[in-house]
């Protein structure tokens, strides 16, 4: 039955019937989700009550760690009948996983057309165009008819993950023009592909980043987005579903790189250890750079300790500064992410910033100011100044990093989001200690003359 | 041409009739954007330029300001025309914008059928299926062939926003099954539609959030999902181009809330001015908080000036378990956004943070032990331990709390996102501050005995 989410949900089935019916009776991600939340001796039974065609879908859906399970517990001709009848994509996204040995053994056992479906994507690497793609696609040569477009269509149909759109290429397989399962409904039998397909195709190379493409297919609307090679070859697809997918993927690598940890989606239920292990190494690294930071302290402990109310203001400082670089990091990586903002519009960001920033800075300042005001004893009100002036500094000089470290990062072609919030705050604090409580010591000794 | 990003480029046109070709051969969303790029004069008169059909396309990619510049400036004949012609779901958000009088007089003008299906949308809430469906689909009734159901989608395609699914209704418009054009189109003209049709349909109901339904169609890699009333009524599709913004908006929002931050995906191109309005209030609110934090410092200004390594410590101390609180918050939060984790898992996360957050204490706890004993002269080697165990705890702290809190807030219902990374870290200072000078002062006392 549906959960209200809408999802479906299997409760306590003891009878092994009653389950084969659900399994074979439900969609097959629910299904999926289903086995991989069981042990691997009860995932090989529950998996070998599928019947065929629901265990090729269900197979799909199956977390990697799972299919490998399966791979290793099931019948090599099972397992040979499963991998051949994966779509190319989803065979080269779990022979990535695999050790180097099985994927051979597979390969061999392949059909030559799919073992040439599957090492072509596995060719490219890791989040290009070229190793999202499927391989299975409608092609149409130049100078069909409508009604033999459709009639083609109609024929071979089963193994094509889209039909929606058709690709028309010459006979060098250079792509010439697309046309939709919709214009050709809507268009008599006899008329000719080239009289209603479009020109003026939106395409990505192999070499495009995943991301990149993603983002076109959702400028342009698109359902499907055809991959070329160099030489304008049609050799793949990208389909919507599969954009969806990148679009999440990229989200998430932006938000856990922002804040310097790493796993993807699942980062939330990973096990303890792998989770110690993806967040300390960058908890420990950043600790060694702040060393950095608190030395440009450790020189002054003489100056706290004639004017403590500086271990009060000190913190505000970093913290505030810190703020004000999350923000504006985080707004452009973002803005760069999903190509609001490109490298072009470095400069107009850039004026805009260094306004904003100096608003920012003067309401900061002012706001430390008082506080310092009102902390500070007597005898120590010109440490506010002080204060709201390197507050002013300091903030201003966050609101510009964090917003010209990501793009000077893009416009090298880098990661944007590599520049991460912990270790731009900590340069910031470096640079703020250091500054203020120089200032300072100056201050004392001026007075002290 | 194409930009190597693979955009369409219109670069100095200075000829009308060159412009208007190229405006009128663009791409919709293209042309739109040179067309924003204008100012306001130039907008009216490119947008003029326009042929009657590609005007309708691109004025739905227009910036709503742009959307409302243009209705102001063009004759009301033409503006009815426009907004006749926009899908449902594209009106509504442009009626959500525009003055209230102006969405009166054009309602009035819209023809009944029009009228109605705005309406309907603008009367769900924002965020809801309902305010993002749109009112065009193709609905079959039970008892049609295969071939009855294709002519009927054949007349009527033109106003439908997509024709890849059709959902079959019952007498009282209830929804009772779904096929896809491509089953009709390969199965033979005279078998009866509820043959092939689905029963099990995944719907959402028009209350659904947004965000929910979009899951809905990315685990089910659905093309459109259809949303239903209370009665299970059919009243509306929600289209995959439209899932793709949805979860875009819904990535950016939790990235910004997460950094204390507002504005969607545009936030890095705003002026100055709204980037202030959007931030300060943020930051002079944590300022104000963080008073809070900085004041737990203030009594013990006399301890730190006795002990002044102190100033150097409590940096490290606050930084490293702020970002363990950002680290276990951005997982959680994402987790939750993409719907990996569920607040069923709760429990499971709990021990596993628990687990993982001491790990991680310890860690972190030894690293500035180690650190305090070198920075502390002889006679202050005791603040070392002082220092290490607060760490243990504030890192402790900071996990459980960076998951939990997200977690309990949405158990409450509530956006896990609410509990940005600037507020979280100013509690843990406040928490960490204090228990570490009032230990270090409590051990001084002891030892003046």
Do not use: C
Not at 11 to 28: C, G, H, Q, V, Y
Not at 97 to 116: D, I, N, T, W, Y
Not at 276 to 293: D, F, S
């Amino acid at each position: 039955m549906l959960t209200q989410e809408g999802r479906i949900a299997l409760t306590d089935i003891t009878d092994l019937n009653l389950l084969k019916a659900e399994l074979n009776r439900l969609p097959p991600v629910d299904a999926g989700d289903y086995i991989a939340e069981l042990s691997p001796q009860q995932q090989a039974i529950a998996f070998r009550l599928l019947n065929k065609n629901q265990a090729i879908a269900v197979f799909e859906y199956l977390p990697q760690e799972v299919q490998e399970e399966l791979i290793g517990s099931l019948h090599d001709a099972q397992v040979f009948h499963l991998v051949e009848s994966m779509s190319p994509d989803d065979r080269a996204e779990l022979f990535d996983e695999l050790p180097a040995g099985v994927v051979k053994r597979l390969l061999q056992q392949l059909s030559a057309e799919e073992r040439q479906a599957t090492a072509t994507i596995l060719g490219y690497p890791e989040g290009t165009a070229g190793r999202v793609m499927t391989t299975e696609y409608v092609r149409l040569r130049q100078g069909l008819t409508v009604g033999e477009a459709l009639n083609k269509i109609r024929r071979n149909d089963e193994d094509k993950e889209t039909i929606y759109y058709a690709y028309v290429t010459d006979d060098n397989r250079k792509l010439v023009s697309v046309v939709s399962l919709r214009q050709l409904l809507f268009t008599i039998p006899d008329v000719l592909i080239r009289e209603i397909a479009s020109q003026r195709v939106v395409r990505v190379r192999t070499d495009t980043p995943q991301a990149e493409a993603a983002q076109l297919m959702k400028r342009y609307d698109l359902i499907a987005i055809p991959v070329v090679d160099r030489e304008d070859r049609l050799v793949g697809i990208i389909t919507v579903d599969d954009v969806v997918d990148i679009l999440e993927e990229e989200a998430t690598a932006d938000i856990q790189k922002l804040a310097g940890v790493s796993g993807g989606d699942e980062a939330a239920l990973s096990p303890p250890h792998v989770t110690i292990r993806k967040r300390l190494p960058w908890l420990l690294a950043n600790i060694g750079l702040y060393v950095g930071a608190a030395s440009a302290i450790a020189p002054f402990q003489q100056v706290i300790s004639v004017v403590p109310v500086l271990a009060v203001i000190m913190p505000i400082l970093s913290n505030t500064s810190g703020n004000v670089a999350i923000q504006a990091l985080s707004v452009t990586v973002r803005g760069l992410g999903v190509g609001e903002v490109t490298p072009l519009d470095t400069l107009k960001i850039l004026r805009k910033e260094i306004l904003a920033g100096l608003g920012t800075a003067l309401a900061l300042a002012i706001a430390l100011g008082i506080l310092s005001l009102i902390w500070s004893p007597p005898q120590e009100r010109w440490v506010a100044i002080v204060a709201a002036s390197v507050m002013a500094i300091n903030v201003f000089v966050a609101a510009s990093l964090g917003t010209m470290l990501p793009m000077g990062l893009k416009r090298l072609k880098l990661d944007p989001a590599l520049i991460s919030g912990p270790l731009l705050t900590t340069i910031l604090d470096a640079v703020g200690f250091l500054t203020f409580l120089s200032l300072i010591s100056l201050a004392l000794r001026m007075m002290a003359k």
